[in-house]
Nanobody, 115 residues
Framework: QVQLVESGGGLVQSGGSLRLSCAAS????????TGWYRQAPGKQRELVAAITSGGSINYADFVKGRFTISRDNTKNTVDLQMDSLNAEDTAVYFCNLKYRWYNYWGQGTQVTVSS
């Protein structure tokens, strides 16, 4: 059974940094495209950043230059380094794995940025 466990969320002041980590188990991690999404109260879930199994990276416009996604296929992890955080980044952040028709989500980790 595939499990995704996120960690690293919390409360940070505006301008600060956090690093989110997602650890996967129960599957062959390297074949999956991975990503981080977020959902703020009253809003739809949106893509933050993605990194494919081949290493291609894509960022949402609103995080370009501030967030960095990375993955380690030896540790089965995908991380999101978040710098220059602002109040608009407050949301629950979810880790995602996709491969063909397989689509897995973590339970989410809360990120709160105080202004």
């Amino acid at each position: 059974q595939v499990q995704l466990v996120e960690s690293g969320g919390g409360l940070v002041q505006s301008g600060g940094s956090l690093r989110l980590s997602c650890a996967a188990s129960g599957t062959i991690f390297s074949i999956y495209d991975t990503g981080w999404y977020r959902q703020a109260p009253g809003k739809q879930r949106e893509l933050v950043a993605a990194i494919t199994s081949g290493g291609s990276i894509n960022y949402a416009d609103f995080v370009k230059g501030r967030f960095t996604i990375s993955r380690d296929n030896t540790k089965n992890t995908v991380d999101l380094q978040m710098d220059s955080l602002n109040a608009e980044d407050t949301a629950v952040y979810f880790c995602n794995l996709k491969y063909r028709w397989y689509n897995y989500w973590g339970q989410g980790t809360q990120v709160t940025v105080s202004s």
